[in-house]
């Protein structure tokens, strides 16, 4: 069974950075794909990037691009959601989750991963 475990989130000052991290489990091969997602209370979930772990290529929602980068460590069968100059606009519960198609097309088409981390709540004050 695949298990994401979601770590990092907290509470931070606008302009602060935070690094959240996703940990995988149960996954028997090393070729597939893993994103950040979000969701504020009362808004619908927004992807944010999705990276492939074989190759490291990564995709990012084109809003997105510019404050968050997404990185994986092999190794650690981790993968790490870099944030900074932190607004409180990104307040959210930060998921992690696979099992989706990780194309180009995701900076502009939603995607419906099968498994879902616990999710990690991030707020950022004014």
């Known amino acids: 069974e695949v298990q994401l475990v979601e770590s990092g989130g907290g509470l931070v000052q606008a302009g602060g950075s935070l690094r959240l991290s996703c940990a995988v489990s149960?996954?028997?091969?090393?070729?597939?794909?893993v994103g950040w997602f979000r969701q504020a209370p009362g808004n619908e979930r927004e992807r944010i990037s999705c990276?492939?772990?074989?190759?490291?290529?990564?995709y990012y929602e084109h809003s997105m691009k510019g404050r968050f980068t997404i990185s994986r460590d092999n190794a650690k069968k981790t993968v790490y959601l870099q944030m900074n100059s932190l607004e409180p606009e990104d307040t959210a519960v930060y998921y992690c989750?696979?099992?989706?198609?990780?194309?180009?097309?995701?900076?502009?088409?939603?995607?419906?991963?099968?498994?879902w981390g616990q999710g990690t709540q991030v707020t950022v004050s004014s």
């Open positions: 989750a696979t099992d989706f198609y990780c194309a180009p097309s995701f900076a502009n088409h939603p995607v419906i991963p099968d498994t």
């Open positions: 149960g996954r028997a091969f090393d070729d597939y794909n």
């Open positions: 990276i492939n772990m074989k190759l490291g290529v990564t």
